[in-house]
């Protein structure tokens, strides 16, 4: 496929590596010439110095025959004006914009065919935003993640010596379980590397565990097999920016809630801008500050300015005098990776987060979702199986029937979306409703047409592979 991405900052640096991988055409746009030499030397594709959001440009990027344009600038209105001219010039098939501002994302029909014909608008902060929300509701969590429009969760934990499955196989998990739940250990990574998780495995203190249930089970699961953590009730937010604003109208009415922020103006607009929370004009790397606001009776700390190094001595300090959980934003890869798992305890990459939603419309085949693992080093797939036995790969065949890349893992399946399950009841003892019925896979159960089936690659290589396995044959159209 023939991709042009316009914008070469983090989000557009991380989209590019990730198609790159997987053999596509990728031009990407952006007018840092420096900035796009360091992706060419890094990665095989073409770069273009100018102005993505004139036609002179997108022409000579190859916008006559692309198939996708992925307009990632720090521009609302740049991106906008990609999208409009990628679609009225050069009838490029598909059109995704990243968009920040709310007054483009409340109104659907400014994002129509009509006016600027973007099929996909993705909100990188929103999207960080929702993913921070879900480790809120899980604390013990190293990542907590939705399938198939929220009917299945998957929690990253870390398994801890003395814990219920450590020097256990993974087959006695189900003796732990009430009666008619269910739930699956998808992937383990140890000590970096990926384990292939079958009922013979032994869980070892520090493993890093995938486990994916019914959102209605997932609590009871994760409180039978492990430790959990206190409910999160006080949360310190450094950084009053758009990430930490959005957190904080999100937050305030369910928390108790400060946000640290050191520009004036700003601090002043929160402040104007928040009805709940205590805003706080200060410098969140400021020992005396932190130690002033109580920082050692804090349940998490989340560190979101635009400055890695700040996130991390930040987060560092209100670890080192008692915050009990810390979050930071950390851009570059390698910091995130170097700093996790001491005083912060999970760093996260704004790119690697939101590049999943966008994933979701790149790949082949009916993909409905995707989400990243492990900073990119890993994913899951939420794919549709479409066909009949006699078309399809998958369709009719038991998954022990089914010729999985090494590496690649089933491990369940939501089936009969239009259909109604009563999965629970509120204090009120109305039903709780959700729709499809979600199967966890074992070795003989049956894929049928229209399940949407969740797999995992340890390694992004085996992507392709996994689609190429849920293609249709020609004869079913």
């Known amino acids: 496929m023939k991709v042009i991405i316009l914008g070469a900052g983090q989000v557009g640096a991380s989209v590019a590596e990730g198609l790159v991988s997987e053999e596509n055409d990728i031009t990407i746009v952006d007018q840092d010439a420096a900035r796009l030499a360091q992706l060419q030397d890094r990665l095989d594709l073409r770069t273009v110095v100018g102005n993505a959001a004139t036609p002179s440009v997108l022409r000579n990027a190859g916008a006559e025959d692309a198939d996708m344009v992925i307009a990632v600038t720090q521009s609302d209105q740049s991106n906008l004006v990609a999208c409009k001219l990628a679609h009225s010039i050069f009838n490029i098939p598909t059109r995704i914009a990243r968009l920040r501002s709310h007054d483009f994302l409340s109104d659907a029909s400014l994002l129509s ?3 600027f014909a973007v099929d996909f608008a993705l909100c990188p902060e929103q999207v960080i935003t929702d993913y921070i929300c879900r480790l809120i509701e899980f ?8 399938f198939a429009k929220g009917r299945l969760s998957l929690v990253a934990v870390r398994a801890y010596e003395g814990g219920l499955m450590v020097g256990r196989p993974i087959r006695e998990m189900r003796e732990h379980l009430p009666w008619g739940m269910e739930a699956r250990i998808a992937a383990i990574f140890r000590r970096d590397q990926p384990v292939a998780p079958d009922g013979d495995t032994l869980i070892e203190d520090g493993d890093e565990i995938f486990l994916l249930a019914a959102a209605e089970t997932i609590r009871p699961v994760l409180r039978q097999l492990r430790r959990m953590m206190n409910p999160v009730q006080r949360i310190m937010i450094a950084g009053g920016g758009n990430i930490g604003l959005r957190l904080a109208r999100t937050l305030e009415k369910r928390y108790e809630l400060k ?14 801008e928040l009805d709940e929370a205590l805003v706080l004009l200060g410098d969140a ?3 005396d500050l932190l130690e002033q606001e109580n920082i050692r009776e804090m ?17 560092s300090l209100a670890k080192r005098l008692g915050c009990k959980r810390v979050v930071a934003l950390i851009n570059r890869r390698a910091y995130a990776e170097m700093i996790e ?19 979701a419309h790149v790949r082949h085949g009916d993909v409905a979702e995707v989400h990243s693992l492990r900073r990119g080093a890993a994913e899951a797939l939420e794919i549709v199986a479409h066909g009949d036995p006699a078309t399809s790969k998958i369709v009719g065949k038991r998954i022990d029937q089914i010729d999985w890349p090494a590496g690649a893992t ?13 999965v629970g009841q509120t204090d009120d003892w109305t039903s709780i409703t959700r729709y499809g019925e979600v199967v966890i896979a074992h070795h003989d159960t049956v894929i049928e047409a229209g399940d949407h089936v969740i797999v995992f690659c340890t390694s992004k290589k085996l992507v392709k592979k996994v689609e190429k396995l849920f293609e249709v044959g020609f004869h079913f159209f």
Do not use: C, H, W, Y
Request: aromatic share 4%; hydrophobic share 45%; net charge negative.
């Open 113 to 115: 065919t009509d006016n």
């Open 139 to 146: 604390p013990e969590a190293l990542q907590a993640l939705q």
């Open 259 to 272: 946000v640290v922020e050191n520009r004036r103006e700003r601090a002043e607009f929160l402040a104007n």
């Open 285 to 287: 790397t400021d020992e």
């Open 299 to 315: 349940d998490l700390f989340l560190a979101m300015t635009n400055d890695d190094e700040d996130n991390i001595m930040a987060g």
């Open 341 to 359: 798992g001491g005083p912060i305890d999970i760093g996260i990459s704004p790119a690697q987060v939101s590049i999943g939603t966008l994933l």
């Open 410 to 422: 089933a491990a369940a399946l939501v089936r009969n979306f239009d259909k109604a399950v009563i």
